[in-house]
């Protein structure tokens, strides 16, 4: 149950338990109130009569008042009080209806009796108890209905809220809220914290892709002088050993620098229509390894070459170095498939996606977690989609899904 129904439900409740203790305490005191009224006529109307009586005049009354000397109608309860030698009134339902009784004993034996009609006295609660339910309903409607506006306003409040919150933790880090969120109370503290966190963020994620970019371009000067000395040592075993070393530093530090291309949002695709089948051959000749290349469908994707070669180049090398053969390449129209029959994927990079210089599981190998991010850069780049998986019977599943190339016969641009 969302927030707004919960506060409207319990606004709700609340409004219609007060509402009907209200009303059952007025009908209760209206009804207390016309007995009390009612047995206050028949104990006058009883006065009246026994006077009547004493001086041996008619007994007949008018209007709602009927007397009589031992009523066969007489309630038993008064009967019996009367035999003790005591007056009493008391309310009763009879053949007529609803009336008020009011018994006196006297001379003889006999009991002197009063009947006053209480039916008007009962439609005038019922009509009170309809104006009660009434006004019930509309307290209850009203009462209802301002929860609920005020539980509407609350909730798409922390809507909003939320919604930055998930545009933050996707990488949305300018995003603000507090323009957004209006008042002063805890929901605005709310948005306010959000606010500041996104801010801090924000500042901490540029400091460290100045700090990552500035290392990259610190490195790269003196790197490019180690280059030079080490083709110029003597050849051997040793110099060898260094040359691939110096060349792993280099490879590392432009994959650096990659990275803080891609961070900082300046990369721009060149995008054109390109034959897939002979665009992953052709990836896949350039990396040299042994790979096995399943066409399911070819297609025409709008992509920028260069940067599907890199995408599907880290793809097939994190395949081959952290995974185990045979490595299947499957393509589907515009989706492609990557699937070693190693290991898998770790959780923490299901569940968090790559992160540089997080290495996966020890089985996987070793690395710098350079190369899937820069194919997930590059990927957000081309406007393309990178999931990763684990397959059911093993090893790891990466799925790059392509945006499919505009048809030529449609013009985009029709002139007025």
Avoid: C, K
Avoid at 53 to 64: P, V
Avoid at 247 to 264: G, I, N
Avoid at 380 to 407: K, S
Wanted: net charge neutral.
């Amino acid at each position: 149950m969302t927030l707004r129904r919960q506060i409207a439900t319990a606004v709700a409740a609340i409004s219609v338990l007060v509402a009907v203790a209200v009303g059952l305490l007025v009908h209760q005191a209206m009804v207390r109130q016309h007995v009390d009224q009612a047995r206050g006529s028949a104990i006058t109307a009883l006065e009246a009569t026994l006077g009547s009586y004493e001086r041996n005049e008619d007994l007949t009354g008018g209007g709602r008042r009927h007397a009589a000397l031992d009523d066969p109608e007489l309630p038993a309860r008064l009967r019996a009080l009367a035999a003790e030698g005591r007056r009493g009134s008391l309310l009763a339902r009879g053949p007529e209806g609803e009336s008020v009784w009011a018994a006196v004993p006297v001379r003889g034996g006999e009991v002197l009796s009063v009947r006053v009609g209480f039916a008007q006295d009962r439609q005038a609660i019922a009509d009170l108890d309809r104006i009660i339910l009434l006004a019930v309903v509309a307290s209850v409607f009203i009462t209802v209905l301002a929860g609920v506006l005020v539980a509407d306003r609350i909730s798409r409040r922390l809507r909003t809220a939320a919604t930055a919150a998930r545009a933050i933790a996707a990488g949305g880090t300018d995003t603000r809220i507090g323009e957004l969120v209006d008042g002063r109370d805890e929901v605005a503290d709310l948005a306010a914290a959000v606010d500041l966190m996104s801010r801090e963020l924000h500042r901490r994620l540029e400091d460290e892709q100045r700090f990552t970019a500035d290392v990259a371009h610190e490195l790269r000067t003196p790197l490019t002088g180690l280059v030079t000395a080490a083709e110029l040592l003597p050849p051997g075993r040793p110099t060898q050993l260094v040359q691939n070393r110096v060349q792993a530093l280099r490879a590392l530090v432009e994959d650096l620098l990659e990275v803080s291309r891609l961070d900082a949002d300046v990369e721009l695709p060149d995008l054109s229509a390109v034959p897939l089948e002979r665009a992953v051959r052709r990836t896949v000749a350039l990396t040299g390894l042994e790979v096995e290349v399943e066409m399911a469908a070819d297609a025409s994707v709008r992509t920028d070459l260069r940067r599907l070669d890199r995408i599907l180049g880290n793809l097939l090398l994190n395949a081959d170095r952290h995974g185990g053969g045979p490595i299947r390449l499957h393509v589907d129209a515009h989706r492609l498939t990557v699937r070693d029959h190693g290991p898998g994927f770790p959780a923490e990079l299901l569940r968090d996606g790559p992160q540089r210089f997080r290495t996966s599981v020890r089985e996987r190998g070793r690395g710098h977690g350079l190369g899937l991010t820069i194919a997930q850069g590059h990927t957000r780049v081309i406007g393309a989609t990178l999931t990763f998986t684990n397959h059911p019977t093993g090893g790891a599943v990466a799925t790059l899904l392509l945006p499919a190339a505009p048809d030529p016969a449609v013009d985009e641009d029709p002139s007025p």
